[in-house]
């Protein structure tokens, strides 16, 4: 019996001191589990491409950063028309040539949790990118949320969609720069949300709409006085969406694809001559109302568009007291219009074509004179909008370009 004993607590001895010893070493190998290194975490994908600029994207494609720097190379050459007589032989005392980088942007974009809410960020570096009196260099900054069919929101410093030529980037036009018309009547960029739509109640990508309110006051400013700017478009597309924000047709579409647009817009209280641009009021704000009418048809490669805008302020001009001098200000109003018809000859070389006028109102800015272009213009596409180069001639007449003015560019763009 002692014997039994013995052996049960040798076993109990035993049992006792391996279940202690297994125990111990599951403690002892806890740390080092933990110390193991984790799985790499997924590394980004980039990518790289001429037009698409430089992107990195997560693996889950959360997150996203598109980078596309962009820079046009031009020179020109203009007479003056102070010293011109309508003469068509140009001297050269009467002629001026111009070598400038006209653009030089740096454009960020991209997704945030999801592609649903987007980003967009564009610096400007060229002096002729910058406001005289504010040389801030930021164009764009604005975020969109489009998870609804019918109702989109895009918030921040934007382009304000009145009219299609402003609207459509720099980078995408057949001639080195705009119409005479859009410089003058368009509301440029401002800070604001707008509510949209480019398939409005599902009726096959050809209704849309625009809805906004803007500070009023242009982009990088801080509002001094009470009022905002309103803004309502409707877009229609007959045959369903396309390159509607990109002149002419180098895709040589096969069906004929058509985009009209109206605008009307409200600007209260501006305190800038051109509404949200130009000089700034002393001696009070004015009321304008703006207007535009777009169109624009591709086919075959052959590109027509056309655009018509108006500017109408409450008064023509306001008198008061400056400093202790007598100051009479004027308010800015007219409207214009422009027409431009291209092709593409082959695959690389395109010609255009453009007519613009520009008139004024009676009793409006004296300063602000009738004005027209003839301009023609060749583009040789190496890669599209991304890698070209043009060459326009232009006519500019009338009582704002006194004997007439002749302007001739020549212009690189690389947009990566």
């Given at each position: 019996?002692?014997?039994m004993?013995?052996?049960?607590?040798?076993?109990?001895?035993?049992?006792?001191?391996?279940?202690?010893?297994?125990?111990?070493?599951?403690?002892?190998a806890?740390?080092?589990?933990?110390?193991?290194?984790?799985?790499?975490?997924a590394?980004?994908?980039?990518?790289?491409a001429?037009?698409?600029?430089?992107?990195?994207?997560?693996?889950?494609?959360?997150?996203?950063?598109?980078?596309?720097?962009?820079?046009?190379?031009?020179?020109?050459?203009?007479?003056?028309?102070?010293?011109?007589?309508?003469?068509?032989?140009?001297?050269?005392?009467?002629?001026?040539?111009?070598?400038?980088?006209?653009?030089?942007?740096l454009?960020?974009?991209?997704?945030?949790?999801?592609?649903?809410?987007?980003?967009?960020?564009?610096?400007?570096?060229?002096?002729a990118?910058?406001?005289?009196d504010?040389?801030?260099?930021?164009?764009?900054?604005?975020?969109?949320?489009e998870?609804?069919?019918?109702i989109?929101?895009?918030?921040?410093?934007?382009?304000?969609?009145?009219?299609?030529?402003?609207?459509?980037?720099?980078?995408?036009?057949?001639?080195?720069?705009?119409?005479i018309?859009?410089?003058?009547?368009?509301l440029?960029?401002?800070?604001?949300?707008?509510?949209?739509s480019?398939?409005?109640?599902?009726?096959?990508?050809?209704?849309?709409?625009?809805?906004?309110?803007?500070?009023?006051?242009?982009?990088?400013?801080?509002a001094?006085?009470?009022?905002?700017?309103?803004?309502?478009?409707?877009?229609?597309?007959?045959?369903?969406h396309?390159?509607?924000?990109?002149?002419?047709?180098?895709?040589?579409?096969?069906?004929?694809?058509?985009?009209?647009?109206?605008?009307?817009?409200?600007?209260?209280?501006?305190?800038?001559?051109?509404?949200?641009?130009?000089?700034?009021?002393?001696?009070?704000?004015?009321?304008y109302?703006?207007?535009?009418?777009?169109?624009?048809?591709?086919?075959?490669?052959?590109?027509?568009?056309?655009?018509?805008?108006?500017?109408?302020?409450?008064?023509?001009?306001?008198?008061?007291?400056?400093?202790?001098?007598?100051?009479?200000?004027w308010?800015?109003?007219?409207?214009g219009?422009?027409?431009?018809?291209?092709?593409?000859?082959?695959?690389?070389?395109?010609?255009?074509?453009?007519?613009?006028?520009?008139q004024?109102?009676?009793?409006?800015?004296p300063?602000?004179?009738?004005?027209?272009?003839?301009?023609?213009?060749?583009?040789?596409?190496?890669?599209?909008?991304?890698?070209?180069?043009?060459?326009?001639?232009?006519?500019?007449?009338?009582?704002?370009?006194?004997?007439?003015?002749?302007?001739?560019?020549?212009?690189?763009?690389?947009?990566?």
């Amino acid at each position: 019996m002692n014997l039994m004993r013995r052996r049960r607590g040798w076993v109990g001895a035993i049992s006792t001191g391996c279940l202690a010893s297994c125990v111990s070493c599951w403690l002892l190998a806890s740390p080092a589990r933990a110390s193991e290194p984790a799985p790499p975490a997924a590394r980004p994908q980039v990518e790289a491409a001429l037009g698409k600029g430089v992107t990195i994207r997560s693996k889950d494609d959360l997150v996203s950063l598109q980078i596309r720097p962009r820079v046009q190379v031009r020179a020109a050459f203009a007479t003056d028309p102070d010293k011109t007589s309508g003469s068509p032989v140009i001297e050269p005392e009467d002629a001026a040539t111009q070598l400038a980088i006209r653009r030089a942007r740096l454009a960020f974009r991209g997704n945030v949790l999801g592609p649903k809410l987007t980003y967009y960020v564009q610096l400007a570096f060229s002096n002729a990118d910058t406001e005289s009196d504010l040389r801030l260099p930021l164009r764009d900054a604005s975020m969109q949320w489009e998870a609804l069919r019918d109702i989109g929101l895009r918030f921040g410093q934007m382009k304000v969609p009145l009219g299609r030529q402003r609207v459509i980037s720099s980078g995408a036009l057949e001639f080195p720069d705009r119409s005479i018309i859009i410089e003058e009547l368009s509301l440029h960029r401002d800070v604001g949300v707008v509510a949209y739509s480019r398939n409005l109640l599902g009726l096959g990508d050809t209704l849309g709409y625009q809805v906004g309110v803007f500070g009023g006051d242009g982009r990088n400013r801080v509002a001094e006085s009470a009022g905002l700017l309103w803004v309502a478009r409707v877009d229609l597309w007959p045959n369903g969406h396309f390159t509607d924000l990109s002149e002419g047709d180098l895709e040589r579409l096969p069906k004929p694809r058509l985009a009209c647009g109206l605008t009307v817009a409200y600007n209260q209280n501006s305190y800038r001559q051109q509404s949200v641009v130009g000089d700034t009021y002393r001696l009070g704000g004015y009321d304008y109302l703006h207007g535009s009418a777009d169109l624009m048809f591709k086919w075959r490669g052959l590109a027509l568009s056309g655009e018509a805008l108006l500017r109408n302020a409450d008064l023509d001009s306001r008198d008061g007291k400056a400093d202790g001098k007598p100051l009479r200000e004027w308010s800015r109003s007219g409207a214009g219009y422009f027409a431009q018809l291209s092709q593409m000859l082959n695959e690389n070389i395109q010609v255009a074509t453009r007519f613009s006028h520009l008139q004024p109102f009676r009793s409006t800015d004296p300063r602000l004179l009738s004005r027209s272009e003839a301009a023609g213009s060749v583009s040789y596409y190496i890669a599209g909008h991304a890698l070209k180069v043009q060459a326009d001639y232009s006519y500019l007449f009338g009582p704002g370009e006194a004997g007439g003015r002749h302007l001739a560019r020549l212009q690189f763009q690389l947009f990566l």
